[in-house]
């Protein structure tokens, strides 16, 4: 088992310029999330999806869609690469809802410069 | 609107000794709790969770202890160990939600 996989590992934009942030899982997970971590703060949610076909916003969806074809992948997509989406990208997937623990990926680095 | 609150950003145990990490939540339909791990350049992994009608749980090495009146929560590593060093996050979630709400971490390092 791969677990959660997240590419690329690191990505430098420049603004204007989009890019899709790839995820994967092979635990057959139903609900999958995409989060931001700012330096120094926690992990903030932008999307999620409760299974293929349906997502929802999380707490900062401004400036990203997400979409859900399969079971395995949940795609970030970033339309105008703004400064402030400078982050860390954490993918991660749970088999049910918050009770469950949530896998994350190793992350994707991307700087918009 | 930070609902979960990490006061420490960091804390530096000797080997061998107890660390002692913080949680404060503001948000009373919070009903379980978890301790993230993260080291540098990976993602954060799973260490130990607790539902709100316990007030403690054990893994090991690693106690949770809840406090709901308070709403705090901590976790205890005893003995630390060097290879416990790396950032520890709190999150709690709601039985109605999806998100996982993440305090801003402690970076917890472990020296010889």
């Known amino acids: 088992n791969a677990g959660v996989t997240q590419t690329p590992k690191f990505r430098i934009l420049k603004i204007g310029q989009s890019m899709t942030l790839q995820c994967a899982q092979d635990m057959n997970h139903n609900y999958m999330y995409w989060y931001r971590q700012d330096p120094g703060m926690g992990l903030k949610l932008i999307y999620y999806s409760v299974g293929a076909g349906i997502t929802d916003k999380g707490e900062v969806p401004n400036g990203y869609n997400v979409s859900r074809s399969t079971t395995e992948d949940f795609p970030l997509r970033l339309e105008l690469a703004a400064p402030s989406q400078t982050s860390v990208y954490f993918c991660?997937?749970?088999?049910?809802?918050?009770?469950?623990?949530?896998?994350f990926g190793p992350g994707t680095r991307l700087t918009v410069l | 609107d930070q609902q979960v609150k990490q006061n420490s950003p960091s804390l530096s145990v000797q080997e061998g000794r107890i660390s002692i990490l913080n949680c404060d939540y503001t948000?009373?339909?919070?009903?379980?709790f978890l301790w993230y791990k993260k080291y540098p350049a990976e993602g954060p992994t799973f260490l130990i969770s607790i539902s709100s009608i316990k007030d403690k749980n054990e893994d090991g090495r690693f106690t949770v202890f809840l406090n709901k009146s308070a709403k705090h929560l901590s976790l205890h590593i005893v003995p630390s160990q060097p290879g416990d060093s790396a950032v520890y996050f709190c999150a709690a979630s709601a039985h109605s939600g999806y998100a996982l709400n993440f305090g801003k971490g402690t970076s917890l390092l472990v020296t010889p």
């Open positions: 991660a997937s749970s088999f049910d809802r918050s009770y469950n623990e949530q896998f």
């Open positions: 948000n009373s339909m919070f009903d379980y």
